[in-house]
């Protein structure tokens, strides 16, 4: 089954504890994205990457960090969490750009 | 997702209604439209896209229309049933490279049996 999953789904930490998001496509696709969302603001993307060893930030990109070792994986890090860093937190992929992306479930991260 | 939900503008219907969601977008430039459902607790799944150079688009049991001339995007859903309950997101792509999605605000969208 084509998938995005993300791990953990549920994360409760807190301020400056280090912390990774995984995301894994089982698609072959170039392009993975990171988004997060917060009530009244939408959708905001974080960082994307076109292929392997290609990132580039987003619209929010601070206090974030990505990696794009190998095609299928693009972890989310955060060096030392704050708690506005609180949200709601989806990957996407796709073949090429942002036109047809498919979105993992979602990973849910609450920083005290 | 529960709290998606949180502060954004309602549309309650009745099932069988159609029902009209309405999306303002931003920058003139922009040359590709798409339209996201989202359900509870799930990541945005992907419903219509349309084009700037077109008007009107079609499918099925929805339908895309996009005016330019006052930024206005709207995604038709006809008939609609309990399962199109869902809080309903425009994006946006400009055309300066299809790199990035700015996504609008969402309107959750209630249907009644």
């Known amino acids: 089954e084509a998938q995005v999953t993300q791990n953990p789904r549920y994360l409760i930490t807190v301020t400056g504890k280090k912390l990774t998001v995984t995301c894994s496509q089982n698609?072959?696709?170039?392009?993975m994205s990171w988004y997060r969302q917060d009530p009244g603001l939408g959708l905001r993307q974080i960082y994307y990457?076109?292929?392997?060893?290609?990132?580039d930030k987003g619209d929010v990109p601070e206090g974030y960090k990505v990696s794009r070792k190998e095609k299928r994986n693009f972890p989310l890090i955060l060096e030392s969490p704050s708690p506005n860093q609180t949200s709601l937190y989806f990957c996407?992929?796709?073949?090429?750009?942002?036109?047809?992306?498919?979105f993992g479930p979602g990973t849910r991260l609450t920083v005290l | 997702g529960e709290s998606v939900g949180l502060h954004l503008p309602t549309l309650s219907v009745q099932e069988g209604d159609n029902s009209i969601i309405n999306c303002a977008y931003s920058?003139?430039?922009?040359?590709?439209f798409i339209w996201y459902k989202q359900e509870s607790g799930k990541g945005p799944q992907f419903i219509i896209d349309?084009?700037?150079?077109?008007d009107k688009r079609q499918g099925q049991r929805v339908t895309v229309l996009l005016n330019k001339t006052v930024k206005h995007l709207s995604l038709q859903i006809a008939a609609t049933q309990p399962g199109d309950s869902a809080v309903y997101f425009c994006?946006?792509?400009?055309?300066?490279?299809?790199?990035?999605?700015?996504f609008g605000k969402g309107t959750m969208l209630l249907v009644s049996p």
């Open positions: 996407a992929s796709s073949a090429l750009g942002v036109d047809t992306q498919y």
């Open positions: 698609m072959n696709h170039e392009y």
């Open positions: 990457s076109m292929n392997v060893e290609v990132t």
């Open positions: 920058n003139s430039a922009s040359d590709y």
């Open positions: 349309i084009r700037s150079n077109m």
């Open positions: 994006a946006e792509i400009l055309n300066s490279g299809y790199s990035t999605l700015t």
